[in-house]
């Protein structure tokens, strides 16, 4: 049921908010206060307020719904952001624009659309600011766009997707760092007089920093969480200046957006126009794990894709590890026997199927190696059908290796700088902006997918292609990355479109192009190329906080990073092994014709845990019940734990790393209060408990030596 709201006090709405929640109903919609010239958008619980003042739009207040009016900003700040961004050397300041029209939209069923169009003063330039509620999810979607008015070129040097003058306060920052292997490290800060930014200019969205930020308020008990859907280049800054002799005095300035090409301008052409890419946004008076469920609910529910055929999410088995760059047909069939006895649901050919001696350089050539697969692919493919399994494939798709005949016929299909093919790690990069480009990639994919059959396609992208892209001179448009990822977006579309029971897994050198972006185009992605147990706690902890677990593919290789298991080590590390990746999408990728009898059954006990308890992953909430532990040598205990939405069935997983207590209470979060819930502990019924005692007193979980799991899985069995 979709409910507009009537323009009523704060005090009224408050109590209607009340109201609503109590029973349930669905409060979404945006309405317009002419008495009082203000617009306020409503998600579920969150809400934003717009005023329109005279010409000009300013942000009135922003934060769970029915919270008072934000404090005028005293001078020199006008007031609250409303736009932000420089064109010509002109601010795109609230002061610089004049309102000509508002339009409120219904776009689909539970999303509906504010726009602001605006005329710059002095220049012959229109904006359009959009406002998209997502349902009652408690997120709302900005996206802003120019256009050229005027009979001469346009330089935009900066264009923020999000714009914000916060209140003055306090204020701590998260964000999630880390390169390759370290993806998805949180961190905490104080925010202090200056300037904090942060740059993403290799050309891979979390490359370094991941497009993703949280903002805590001491005074206004608030949590301000955003994320921008973008897969190439982008910049965000949290900018405090101490005009008033205090930081704490003044408010903070918020940007996020994409960055262009050289980290300058974008050339806008008369007549021409350019779209941001969209930044979702949420607020919460709870802790980080409430805000970021509001906004996995968001990618959940107006995201991710969704297929049949990954419903629910399957596990697999992978060929890196146990052979990295090459194997032969007989290897992997080795592997498969194996991997359909443990109950493996798809097995992935990776990396080194068609290159005769060098996977990277030879890229683009995409024929099976005769040699190693005499009788091509679909040898292997009916194989792993005919042992009850899916058949996946891996490509590097935008990229051509440097010895390569493709290269070698069409150079002028990659991107160029200074004359020269851009030139990155044995890759030359295409650029799917070029129609001819996209059309041979689609047949590449098409012609397996249809001749295999596929059923799973693995896309990696192992390249910095870096921000310079355009030759010397005056031909450069700021826009070359933009256009090739925008055009990678719809080559992704266009084969979801002609294959749709086909599973996309994105990779990028592990999780560094892991992104709102790329989310909505692809069915699972890859964490990280070093996903070794002591580590990957970390990473499971990180990647569950950005993303909705479902989306985040994760496996288990071993001991080391060439996928071999200690058979000499105690069965209860093994265990700790299978289930620290059990926190979305589950696979293996290990020297499994190696292990003996012992181990498989450890292995088969853990894909049927699996099985069963990721009926409650898909679709949860995610709660971390333990701080980050740190990716090298971690410490104490770690807890995920997953509430189903009905709050019927719960799962946590408990992980007991080094110099750790033998026993650990969880307080357990999601719960209802007045249900009663049967707690099993690996399998075994354990007790009864309340959601209000298991989430007042917590849940003792204990384990006899270190780098040991627990699967705790709870049900509700009496309800008020």
């Not at 030879?362 to 292997?380: I, M, R, S, T």
Request: net charge neutral; with cysteine; aromatic share 10%.
């Amino acid at each position: 049921m979709k409910t507009r709201l009537l323009s009523v006090s704060r005090t009224a709405l408050a109590v209607l908010l009340s109201i609503l929640a109590s029973t349930n109903l669905t409060l979404a919609g945006i309405h317009k206060d002419a008495s009082a010239n203000v617009w306020t958008l409503t998600s579920g619980p969150v809400e934003l307020r717009l005023r329109q003042d005279h010409e000009t739009v300013r942000v009135q207040y922003f934060g769970p719904a029915g919270g008072p009016d934000w404090p005028a900003p005293a001078w020199p700040f006008a007031g609250s952001h409303e736009t932000a961004g420089c064109v010509e050397g002109q601010d795109l300041l609230p002061e610089s624009l004049v309102l000509k029209d508002s339009q409120i939209i219904p776009e689909k069923a539970d999303v509906e659309e504010l726009r602001l169009r605006f005329q710059h003063r002095r220049l012959p330039l229109e904006l359009e600011v959009r406002y998209a509620i997502q349902g009652d999810t408690g997120v709302l979607v900005r996206q802003v766009k120019v256009i050229n008015r005027g009979d001469r070129l346009l330089h935009v040097e900066s264009l923020p997707s999000l714009a914000w003058l916060l209140p003055a306060g306090t204020w701590d920052l998260d964000y999630l760092w880390g390169g390759w292997g370290h993806e998805r490290r949180l961190s905490t800060e104080r925010l202090g007089p200056g300037t904090r930014s942060f740059v993403s200019n290799s050309g891979r969205s979390s490359r370094a920093f991941s497009p993703w930020f949280s903002l805590r308020h001491d005074g206004l008990k608030t949590r301000y969480l955003a994320q921008l859907a973008w897969s190439g280049n982008w910049q965000m800054q949290f900018d405090r200046r101490p005009v008033h002799g205090e930081v704490d005095t003044d408010p903070l300035r918020v940007e996020l957006g994409v960055r262009f090409d050289f980290g300058g301008a974008l050339a806008l052409s008369p007549g021409g126009s350019f779209e941001t890419p969209p930044a979702a946004f949420t607020a919460s008076a709870g802790d980080l794990d409430d805000a970021a469920n509001q906004l996995h609910r968001y990618q959940r529910r107006f995201v991710m894709p969704r297929t049949p055929a990954n419903d629910p999410p399957l596990v697999q088995f992978n060929s890196w590890y146990p052979f990295p760059g090459k194997m032969t047909v007989a290897d992997m069939k080795r592997c498969a026997d194996v991997a359909a006895e443990l109950g493996a649901e798809v097995f992935v050919l990776d990396a080194g199927w068609f290159n005769k001696t060098n996977w990277n350089s030879e890229l683009g050539d995409w024929q099976a190696d005769p040699v190693a697969f005499p009788n091509g692919l679909k040898e292997l493919a009916d194989h792993a059908h005919a042992k009850g399994m899916k058949f996946g494939l891996w490509f590097e798709i935008e990229c051509l290796g440097t010895e390569s005949q493709m290269f070698k016929q069409h150079p002028d299909w990659c991107f160029q700088y200074n004359g020269q093919a851009v030139l990155n790690n044995q890759r030359y990069h295409l650029n799917f902006a070029k129609p001819e480009v996209r059309q041979w990639a689609f047949k590449v994919l098409d012609d397996f997918a249809r001749a295999l059959p596929l059923d799973w396609v693995k896309i990696d992208y192992n390249i910095d292609a870096g921000e310079r892209f355009d030759p010397a001179g005056t031909g450069r448009t700021g826009d070359a990355l933009i256009s090739h990822v925008r055009s990678y977006y719809g080559w992704l579309d266009q084969v979801r479109a002609a294959h749709p029971n086909l599973v996309i897994e994105n990779c990028s050198s592990g999780g560094m192009r892991f992104d709102l972006g790329m989310l909505g185009h692809t069915h699972t992605t890859w964490l990280s190329d070093v996903s070794t147990p002591a580590e990957s706690v970390q990473l499971a902890y990180g990647s569950t906080l950005e993303f909705l677990p479902e989306a985040c593919n994760h496996w288990m290789l071993g001991d080391m990073g060439d996928g071999r298991v200690d058979l000499g080590k105690n069965p209860g590390w093994w265990d700790f092994m299978f289930r620290v990746p059990m926190n979305g999408q589950f696979g293996i990728s290990s020297r499994v014709f190696e292990w003996n009898g012992e181990l498989k059954q450890h292995a088969k006990q853990a894909i049927t845990d699996y099985k069963r308890i990721r009926r409650v992953i898909v679709g949860a909430d995610v709660y971390h019940l333990t701080p980050q532990p740190p990716r090298d040598q971690p410490s104490g205990w770690a807890g995920l734990q997953y509430v189903s939405p009905d709050r019927q069935r719960s799962v946590l997983m408990a992980y007991r790393l080094r110099q750790s207590t033998r026993e650990h209470v969880f307080c357990l979060r999601g719960l209802a209060p007045q249900s009663t819930y049967r707690i099993k502990i690996d399998g075994q019924v354990q007790r009864e408990a309340s959601g209000q005692q298991l989430q007042d007193t917590g849940l003792w979980v204990n384990a006899e030596d270190e780098w040991r799991a627990r699967i705790v899985e709870l049900e509700a069995v009496k309800t008020p």
